[in-house]
């Protein structure tokens, strides 16, 4: 049975663009379009096995690097507020216990995020976010 290197790309870009629609966070976007584009290539040049990499590669840094632009002007725009934000001074609850030094889970209002507190904390304690860096609250007890 002899396999067509293209299937691999397209099986690739169609996980890749099914895994975004599951994230939302527009990382895999560009990495699905760019293998999209190495399937094509790949379908029609199959005796040049260093092109659909080569294409991939480029296509995928130029997606990256010519949307930060856009969404750079987006966050700028008036009346934009980042739902990340509204995390901050929010309640909630520890779902696994946090030990300083090591993240544990709590969850805030129906989410369910990683995060680290600086004394221990037992499931069931009530806790305030008072920072967020990238997906790790930093949480203290409310007592």
């Known amino acids: 049975m002899d396999v067509e290197l ?19 966070t527009f990382y895999l976007l560009w990495l699905g379009l760019a293998s999209l584009v190495a399937a094509g ?6 005796e040049n096995l260093w092109l659909p990499p080569l294409a991939a590669s480029i296509t995928g840094l130029l ?20 739902p990340v934000h509204d995390l901050v001074n929010k309640k ?23 995060a ?13 976010v008072v920072n967020q860096s990238s997906t790790v609250l930093q949480v203290v007890p409310i007592k």
């Open 92 to 114: 909630g609850e520890v779902i696994e216990a946090l030990v300083p030094g090591k993240l544990g889970i709590v969850r805030v209002g129906n989410e369910v995020w990683s």
């Open 63 to 82: 997606l990256t690097l010519l949307s930060k632009p856009l969404t750079a002007r987006a966050r700028l725009a008036r009346g934009f507020q980042d």
């Open 41 to 46: 290539l790949a379908y029609l040049f199959p």
């Open 6 to 24: 293209w299937w691999f790309w397209l099986t690739a870009g169609i996980l890749l663009l099914v895994a975004e629609m599951l994230t939302g």
């Open 116 to 128: 680290k507190a600086p004394e221990e904390l037992p499931p069931g304690q009530r806790i305030l």
